[in-house]
């Protein structure tokens, strides 16, 4: 189980976030929305542990993998050695297999200057996944891709977290994104901002209802 | 400008052409070779200074002492210069010592280095170690402050181990500043080293241009500078210059 309880954050003396609660169950998908500049992007790097400058407490698992806006790569080392060295566990094989996977086996040797921005999320997406991590954190993954790459790759992502089953965090402005990979949405509202609604989604809904229709 | 004017490799050949023009005009006009003589009239005192052995004995010296000077100062600077940039607390200390190391004459840490140490090899070693931390300190401090915080993020998530995270997330990011403070660096050294042997060492070029200054002979004088230069171009054509293609090759596949 994943527990954030989030007092306070703060940089400086301005109060970003306050008494932010909430948990989830392993293989739980939360969908976090908010207008820009509330703090969404705050809170991802308090829970995966980039910024342990807060007050509360957060409990998560060891093994987290992050995609971050902007897919944050090493051009300086081949797509492949983007996994194996972020991975040192992952052998060649397994690196590949998991390029293969998102679809750029074929650009394993090139260096991300020499890929596409879709291609470079894509490895992006391979790293997070390849460590096989128990939470994941996405910070609009889908930003600033055309409507079209930012479908394949939602469809891709969903195809992973089914594989892989992680917990799932998304922060995303696309109420569509949090509908579809999300069963719960928390929305950020306020200044300091604070969760103004934790809502099951509607695809949950439906899957309840349905559940409930058969039984 | 037209284009064949700017073509890299015309624009490589003809400037030093241009220089050497330069001299032999300078050289005409002045009319005597004690004060400034022609290109080809150091042919002769050159080949007799390398032959006799005594060229290359202090070319090697001074070589020497650069190496043993450029080594400490890269390695002491750039590890200040990215505490410096990293560590907040660690710059608002530094920083002023910086500042005044950074102003105080090369000539002046010389004398007093060969004043309270003596005037021997250690003395001249750490009077240029001391005149070069602080210019490699002051650039790989920018390197540091320039690191990717996107980056270092990523590595903290991943949980990257401490010398993965310095071998393939920080040194790829500083190398173009470890580069440019190696090339600048190995240049100020050696005039550095050049003015140590001058005023108190008994071998190495600034011993025999001190030697032939006291004679006058401007030639002997251009010989032995025009020597280590070339040896300089030689240090920065074949290590500087292949290595930092080899840490850059990533920008321009």
New interface residues.
């Given amino acids: 189980m994943i527990k954030v309880d989030i007092r306070r954050k703060a940089f400086g003396g301005e109060e970003i976030l306050r008494d932010i609660r909430f948990t989830m169950d392993a293989s739980e998908t939360i969908a976090i929305l908010g207008a820009s500049g509330i703090g969404k992007s705050t809170l991802l790097?308090l829970i995966?542990?980039?910024d342990p400058a807060f007050e509360g407490e957060i409990i998560r698992p060891?093994k987290?993998?992050?995609v971050?806006q902007?897919p944050?790569l090493?051009?300086?080392?081949s797509a492949v050695e983007n996994l194996t060295?972020?991975?040192?566990q992952l052998g060649t094989e397994a690196a590949l297999s998991a390029l293969e996977r998102v679809g750029i086996v074929d650009k394993a040797r090139l260096?991300p200057?020499?890929l596409s921005l879709g291609q470079q999320r894509r490895l992006a997406l391979a790293?997070a996944f390849a460590?096989r991590p128990d939470l994941l954190?996405m910070d609009e993954p889908y930003v600033s891709l055309d409507p079209r790459t930012a479908e394949e790759m939602l469809a891709l992502t969903e195809a992973l977290i089914a594989e892989t089953g992680p917990a799932v965090i998304l922060v995303t402005h696309s109420e569509s994104e949090a509908q579809r990979l999300a069963r719960r949405c928390l929305r950020l509202a306020g200044r300091p901002a604070t969760i103004a609604s934790d809502l099951a989604t509607t695809s949950t809904l439906l899957s309840r209802g349905m559940h409930q229709d058969r039984a | 400008m037209s284009k064949t004017l700017q073509r890299p490799a015309l624009v490589r050949a003809s400037s030093p052409g241009l220089l050497l023009l330069l001299w032999i005009v300078a050289a005409k006009l002045t009319a005597d070779a004690s004060v400034l003589p022609q290109p080809w009239a150091l042919l002769a005192p050159f080949a007799e200074a390398a032959a006799s052995g005594v060229l290359p004995y202090h070319l090697g010296m001074t070589l020497w002492r650069v190496v043993c000077a450029f080594v400490p100062a890269m390695a002491i600077g750039a590890a200040l210069g990215f505490l410096m940039g990293r560590i907040p607390a660690v710059d608002q200390w530094l920083d002023p010592w910086l500042v005044v190391f950074l102003n105080l004459p090369a000539l002046v840490l010389i004398v007093l280095c060969y004043l309270w140490i003596g005037l021997n090899e250690t003395a001249a070693i750490i009077a240029v170690v001391l005149n070069k931390i602080p210019n490699v300190a002051t650039i790989l401090r920018e390197g540091a402050r320039a690191l990717d915080s996107?980056?270092d993020?990523?590595a903290?998530?991943?949980?990257?181990?401490p010398l993965?995270r310095l071998r393939?997330?920080v040194m790829?990011q500083l190398a173009p500043f470890i580069a440019g403070a190696a090339r600048s660096g190995i240049a100020v050294i050696w005039k550095i080293v050049l003015v140590v042997e001058f005023l108190g060492r008994s071998s190495g070029i600034g011993f025999q241009i001190h030697f032939y200054f006291q004679l006058f002979d401007v030639a002997m004088v251009l010989v032995y500078a025009l020597s280590f230069i070339g040896v300089m171009l030689l240090v920065e054509a074949l290590l500087l210059q292949p290595s930092e293609r080899r840490i850059r090759r990533?920008?321009t596949?």
């Avoid at chain 1, 090493?74 to 080392?77: D, E």
């Avoid at chain 1, 060295?85 to 040192?88: A, D, Q, S, T």
């Avoid at chain 2, 903290?156 to 181990?161: A, D, E, G, S, T």
């Fill in positions: 790097r995966a542990g980039i060891d987290i993998g992050m971050f902007e944050v090493l051009p300086w080392r060295l972020v991975h040192p260096f200057g020499q790293r460590g954190v | 996107n980056l993020a990523m903290k998530v991943y949980r990257m181990r993965a393939h997330v790829p990533w920008r596949v």
